[in-house]
């Protein structure tokens, strides 16, 4: 069976500091990778998707990067912290299917 | 351009009662629609999916949404529910581009209560 894991679970972290978020997928092979980001009570903002090892496209221009550096690993990042980056960071993973299959999420207060 | 819209933000109902969560589309192409719930400080986990054939599609948990074309909806319902069914449901149409494509509704928080 897939299990898709995000670490850390909670990060607080102050302005202008730098992040990473990582995120990995167990039991699938070469899966559809994707970054989402939701504001407190909001809904979902596509960031980031990537179909292959080394290959990332971004949706949305927040101030973050993200790289695949394995198959199964998919890495959200950025140098220096905003206020606005606070909120909860889910990974995705699909097939050739339109479904996606969400990680359990990872929230995020910047101070 | 393509869209999700969730009339309702917050919908409170008692224990045992049915429940019709709404849900409205706006696609030029064929939609292929999903309902995902949240539990809090959760992921999403996918309630139920709908490509084609009968408009109505049978979830997890009891649930089950009915398609329509000529309305553009996708409407989530319940017979009976449960205090355990308290969350956000978001309506999700996915469309491919060069890549999968998720519109979001808004969600519709549900809470029920005893």
């Known amino acids: 069976a897939q299990t898709i894991h995000q670490w850390p679970v909670a990060e607080i972290k102050a302005v202008g500091s730098p992040l990473s978020l990582g995120c990995t997928i167990k039991?699938?092979?070469?899966?559809?990778l994707y970054w989402y980001w939701q504001a407190t009570g909001g809904t979902l903002q596509q960031l980031f998707y990537?179909?292959?090892?080394?290959?990332v496209e971004s949706v949305v221009q927040l101030n973050l990067s993200a790289s695949r550096p394995k198959d199964d690993q998919f890495i959200l990042s950025t140098e220096k912290l905003l206020l606005s980056h606070s909120g909860f960071y889910l990974c995705?993973?699909?097939?050739?299917?339109?479904?996606?299959?969400f990680g359990p999420g990872t929230r995020l207060t910047v101070l | 351009a393509q869209s999700v819209t969730q009339p309702d933000a917050r919908v409170t109902v008692s224990e045992g009662a049915s429940l019709q969560l709404r849900c409205k589309y706006s696609?030029?192409?064929?939609?292929?629609l999903f309902w995902y719930v949240q539990y809090p400080r959760q992921g999403l986990q996918l309630l139920l999916k709908?490509?084609?054939?009968?408009?109505v599609v049978q979830g997890v948990n009891g649930f089950e949404a009915e398609f329509s074309k000529s309305n553009s909806s996708f409407h989530l319902r319940k017979a009976s529910v449960h205090w355990s069914d308290s969350a956000v449901y978001f309506c999700?149409?996915?469309?491919?581009?060069?890549?999968?494509?998720?519109?979001f509704g808004s969600g519709t928080k549900l809470t029920v209560e005893p």
């Open positions: 995705a993973w699909s097939l050739v299917s339109y479904e996606q299959y």
């Open positions: 039991g699938k092979s070469s899966p559809n």
């Open positions: 990537s179909i292959t090892v080394g290959q």
């Open positions: 696609y030029s192409g064929t939609p292929y």
């Open positions: 709908y490509y084609s054939g009968d408009p």
């Open positions: 999700v149409l996915s469309a491919w581009s060069n890549y999968n494509v998720l519109y």
